[in-house]
T-cell receptor, first 114, second 116 residues
Framework: AQSVSQHNHHVILSEAASLELGCNYS??????LFWYVQYPGQHLQLLLK??????LVKGIKGFEAEFIKSKFSFNLRKPSVQWSDTAEYFC????????????FGAGTRLFVKA | GAVVSQHPSRVICKSGTSVKIECRSL??????MFWYRQFPKKSLMLMAT?????????EQGVEKDKFLINHASLTLSTLTVTSAHPEDSSFYIC????????????FGPGTRLTVL
């Protein structure tokens, strides 16, 4: 069965610090990978997605993620965080062979200190 | 981009009543919709896959008689929480997959259900 593991449950950073959130998935087939963000009191927003091609994916708001197939990883990065990046971040995966059911990781709560 | 709406956005009901939540794909046709549940400060848990014109497929541990799903058209799926109890209070989120076969799902804004 598909599963998604996010290593950090809570992260606290100061503004301008660099961010890397880990995500590993468990699935042997071809997968589609996503990062979503949920700001306090708001609904899910798609940050970026990977279907195929260049494993380095750039998303909105300066975020990027790198798909490393050999490590089953899809880590999210941002070189310099802002206070407004305070939110919860979810890694997610789906696959055609799984009927495109999207499975979410447990989430990482990021707090950026001003 | 594709838009998915949910109605209502918030609902408060008494214990023992039933509540219906609608999920609509506004500008595309969705043969498949998914229903998720999100507890406070927790991740999204997939409840069921809703297929247009056929029975929904429920995830393990989700009571199909408790959470009735109907996907009557290519743009509408409904989730009915029957005989709601306080423990059913949660944030319910739907997503829809474009019929065109794209791999991405589009998420609705969610419905916050509070059962008194």
């Amino acid at each position: 069965a598909q599963s998604v593991s996010q290593h950090n449950h809570h992260v606290i950073l100061s503004e301008a610090a660099s961010l890397e959130l880990g995500c590993n998935y468990s699935y042997g087939g071809t997968v589609n990978l996503f990062w979503y963000v949920q700001y306090p009191g708001q609904h899910l927003q798609l940050l970026l997605k990977y279907f195929s091609g260049d494993p380095l994916v750039k998303g909105i708001k300066g975020f990027e993620a790198e798909f490393i197939k050999s490590k089953f990883s899809f880590n999210l990065r941002k070189p310099s965080v802002q206070w407004s990046d305070t939110a919860e971040y979810f890694c997610a995966v789906n696959a055609r062979t799984g009927g495109f059911k999207t499975i979410f990781g447990a989430g990482t709560r990021l707090f950026v200190k001003a | 981009g594709a838009v998915v709406s949910q109605h209502p956005s918030r609902v408060i009901c008494k214990s023992g009543t039933s509540v219906k939540i609608e999920c609509r794909s506004l500008d595309f046709q969705a043969t498949t919709m998914f229903w998720y549940r999100q507890f406070p400060k927790k991740s999204l848990m997939l409840m069921a896959t809703s297929n247009e014109g056929s029975k929904a497929t429920y995830e393990q541990g989700v009571e199909k008689d408790k959470f009735l799903i109907n996907h009557a058209s290519l743009t509408l799926s409904t989730l009915t929480v029957t005989s709601a109890h306080p423990e059913d209070s949660s944030f319910y989120i739907c997503s829809a997959r474009d019929q065109g076969g794209y791999n991405e799902q589009f998420f609705g804004p969610g419905t916050r259900l509070t059962v008194l």
